[in-house]
């Protein structure tokens, strides 16, 4: 876990101009202290100590203004940039050396039952106040725009914006 930690740490020291070197990252990254929270809590979560997983997600919660479901699965450099406000549902799935920024949602609908939340493949950018919803598939290296409101799977290679969001570029 401390292994992963640390590249955690450096791929947000990479990724972001702001962070001045690792330390910065380490004391001062609610984007990176979330991480260590969920890595813990989805921990004690796998081994259905749930009220004790919960407890550590509104923690972390509480302290960063990060809410990732314990059950959620994140995975390695995960960079969340700005993180107040994001929302990671229970059965939401993100995949490697993606960035989420402010105010994102992968959330449900209301109308699913067991998988309610979206899978994020590898390398997607989820822009600021996005709101990506129910069990849909987001594909590789997909760029979500800001505020966009993305309903339906995304193929790989997409760009989408707008409110429902709609593909704009494959790249």
């Keep these: 876990m401390l292994k992963k930690l640390i590249d955690d740490a450096k791929n947000i020291q990479i990724k972001d101009p702001a962070a001045k070197n690792i330390l910065y990252v380490i004391f001062l990254y609610p984007g990176f202290h979330i991480l260590i929270w969920h890595r813990l809590a989805h921990f004690f979560?796998?081994?259905?100590?749930?009220?004790?997983?919960?407890?550590?997600?509104?923690?972390?919660?509480?302290?960063?203004?990060?809410?990732?479901?314990?059950?959620?699965?994140?995975?390695?450099?995960?960079?969340?940039?700005?993180?107040?406000?994001?929302?990671?549902?229970?059965?939401?799935?993100v995949g490697d050396d993606c960035t989420i920024y402010?105010?994102?949602?992968?959330?449900?609908?209301?109308?699913?039952?067991?998988?309610?939340?979206?899978?994020?493949?590898?390398?997607?950018?989820v822009g600021s106040g996005a709101k990506v919803l129910g069990p849909i598939l987001i594909g590789n290296n997909v760029k979500i725009g800001a505020n966009a409101v993305v309903l339906e799977e995304v193929k790989d290679n997409t760009t989408v914006v707008g409110v429902p969001a709609k593909e704009v570029i494959r790249h």
Excluded: C, W
């Design 45 to 93: 979560y796998k081994i259905h100590f749930y009220f004790l997983a919960r407890l550590l997600s509104q923690l972390a919660r509480f302290f960063t203004g990060i809410e990732i479901h314990p059950g959620a699965k994140i995975g390695k450099r995960l960079f969340i940039d700005h993180g107040m406000g994001i929302v990671i549902g229970e059965t939401a799935e």
């Design 102 to 125: 402010h105010n994102v949602t992968l959330g449900g609908t209301g109308k699913d039952k067991d998988k309610r939340h979206p899978t994020l493949g590898n390398n997607v950018m």
